[in-house]
């Protein structure tokens, strides 16, 4: 091989390893390869960017608006409700949950879908006594599996069309690639109701701490009057910075001051409310002027001023790698953390010295606004309200609806550009007032599409440089003499692997020009293999890291991290099997 190619295999490896042990978010290490590879001479610049022209990535971004318009009226919360409303066992649960939610993921981003679909099923799994764990992980693999009916199922599957694109292939027909992903789909949902009862353990999820004692967390005190402390400003009392525990309000007879700023001025006899955990409650029991509080009241609680969330901290976050207090967390966020989730089990340690990782739940506690400012933000891939009432219907679902299915029977159709019908489904509703300018921002991530358009960079460099077709000649020289079939078998295994470790969008095009290449080698059609590639992309059942529904489900269904093994092997080879069986059926090998 060239020193180009050699370069770039040594680039792309240590882009794959960062992506893996997520030393920073995903954008960062596929932008900074291309980049790498552009100031060393590998790539010139319109070869370095040319996903930014692509029109994968804007696809992409304008499907994030349209979904997240859905997601805003609330069009789907009806629904959630009627199916969860039912009687009936585990498994009849199941099938409940799992269909709509694999059909609506075929035509909608399915990261709105479970965000919903989380709160709502721990409310109905606590309601009814069932372990929540038993359906959280099943609704995260359904909803990839109806990722695979449609090209618009998810963004990987628009990439692949857009590198076929760019490789002078036509693009993925929009029900194309469910001539293998819907037969997969069917067998796959009825494995996971056959199968999930018994492979799916029971576990305690990061909200049962509250539902056990919710003492733990809140603390009171009395500003004992003639003390130290009455009249004293919060913060010249020390009351301001306080290791482990924060002050969320302050009682006065009938009148409850939340929050509390630091100037507020303490009277005697006021009851003091504390967050935090008991363990870390040292320095408040040391202030002189405080006493303690009878805890009976604390049945009662009060979460109408004060309110407790569960927010997943994903591979975007600005918080990954951070300690709450590097970060300043309730400063910056007006919430207070009162316990830390990791892999199902709960973290015993000073909750402001953790470094926090990808996946980690974080129990908190702020005013009833905290979900609708930071719930489209990258901060956090997930926060739901662990009390309140359900959402209500907006005014503006027909209008939702239509433009969301506006867009599906104009893609559909054939007619129209999937790129064009997205993107007047996202002018559209802005135009009808679903949403406002910045809510259709904020619901692109930015991060997603960097990944996209940079990784287009790094596919064009293992084509050039000869590096596609050297890895291709590997794969089919250790599978030799076995045939096409046994070489796809090998592609969709590469393709599942890759995908458990690093996002699926970037094993997709970082695999896309071998499998080509590997198809063209062994007289297969290169289209046969690229679609056979975006379904296996979609099989991201492995590990809690592989796909970021199954982040979203991790915490909220206290899983450890090999549990998603027990499911996610059989689903895993069911894919694979049924990809090496069906492709052959509509396209040549």
């Not at 993921?105 to 479970?114: D, F, H, Q, R």
């Not at 576990?203 to 009395?222: K, T, Y």
């Not at 790094?458 to 045939?483: F, K, P, Q, Y």
């Not at 679609?531 to 809690?544: E, N, R």
């Amino acid at each position: 091989m060239s020193w180009e190619a050699w370069f770039t295999l040594a680039v792309i490896a240590v882009a794959v390893v960062l992506l893996a042990r997520e030393v920073t978010v995903p954008a960062a290490v596929v932008f900074g390869a291309t980049v790498t590879l552009l100031v060393a001479g590998v790539l010139e610049p319109s070869e370095a960017f040319s996903g930014f022209s692509n029109p994968a990535p804007i696809t992409v971004a304008a499907l994030y608006v349209v979904a997240r318009a859905i997601e805003k009226v609330g069009v789907l919360e009806p629904v959630i409700s009627g199916v969860l409303g039912r009687s009936g066992g585990d498994r009849r649960a199941l099938v409940r949950l799992t269909v709509p939610t694999a059909a609506a993921s075929a035509v909608l981003n399915n990261t709105p879908i479970v965000a919903m679909l989380v709160p709502a099923v721990s409310r109905w799994a606590q309601r009814g006594r069932r372990s929540v764990s038993r359906f959280l992980m099943p609704v995260s693999f359904a909803a990839m599996l109806g990722g695979m009916v449609t090209v618009i199922g998810t963004s990987t599957n628009i990439i692949v069309s857009g590198l076929m694109e760019s490789a002078g292939l036509e693009p993925i027909g929009f029900f194309e690639i469910g001539k293998i992903g819907l037969p997969i789909a069917i067998a796959g949902l009825l494995l996971i109701v056959g199968l999930a009862p018994y492979l799916v353990p029971i576990r305690r999820p990061a909200r049962s701490d509250l539902d056990v004692d919710v003492r733990e967390f809140v603390v009171d005190m009395r500003v004992v009057p003639g003390g130290p402390l009455d009249g004293a400003a919060v913060e010249s009392g020390g009351l301001r910075h306080l290791a482990g525990v924060f002050l969320v309000q302050i009682e006065r007879g009938d009148q409850v001051i939340a929050p509390v700023g630091p100037d507020e001025r303490l009277t005697g006899g006021d009851r003091l409310r504390f967050v935090g955990k008991a363990s870390d409650v040292v320095d408040l029991q040391a202030i002189r002027g405080l006493s303690a509080e009878s805890d009976e009241h604390l049945a009662g609680f009060d979460m109408v001023r004060l309110t407790f969330f569960e927010a997943v901290i994903g591979a975007s976050s600005p918080l990954v790698g951070r300690t709450l207090k590097e970060i300043g967390f309730r400063s910056r966020y007006q919430a207070a953390v009162v316990a830390i989730h990791r892999a199902g089990v709960r973290v015993e340690a000073k909750l402001g010295e953790v470094r926090l990782r990808v996946g980690d739940t974080l129990l908190l506690v702020s005013a009833p606004g905290f979900r609708s400012r930071w719930a489209d933000r990258s901060d956090f891939l997930l926060v739901s309200r662990l009390s309140g009432a359900t959402p209500v219907l907006s005014k503006k679902a027909p209008i939702a609806v239509l433009i969301g299915v506006g867009v599906v029977a104009a893609a559909g159709s054939g007619f129209v550009d999937i790129l064009d019908a997205s993107l007047v489904g996202a002018i559209a509703t802005v135009v009808f007032g679903v949403l406002t300018p910045s809510e259709a921002a904020n619901a692109v991530d930015l991060n997603v599409l960097v990944v996209i358009a940079s990784a287009f960079g790094l596919g064009v460099a293992m084509e050039s440089t000869g590096l596609a077709t050297r890895l291709a000649d590997g794969l089919i020289d250790t599978l030799h003499g076995t045939g096409p079939s046994l070489v796809l078998l090998g592609v969709v295994v590469c393709t599942v692997l890759m995908t458990s470790v690093i996002t699926n969008n970037a094993a997709s095009v970082l695999l896309f020009p071998i499998a080509v290449s590997a198809a063209q080698q062994v007289g297969a059609d290169p289209r046969a293999f690229a679609i056979a590639m975006a379904v296996a992309a979609s099989a991201s059942f492995l590990t809690p890291i592989a796909y970021q529904t199954n982040t979203m489900v991790w915490g909220p269904g206290g899983y450890r991290f090999g549990d998603y093994l027990r499911l996610g092997i059989p689903l895993s080879v069911l894919t694979a099997a049924g990809i090496v069986v069906l492709t052959p059926m509509f396209w040549t090998m």
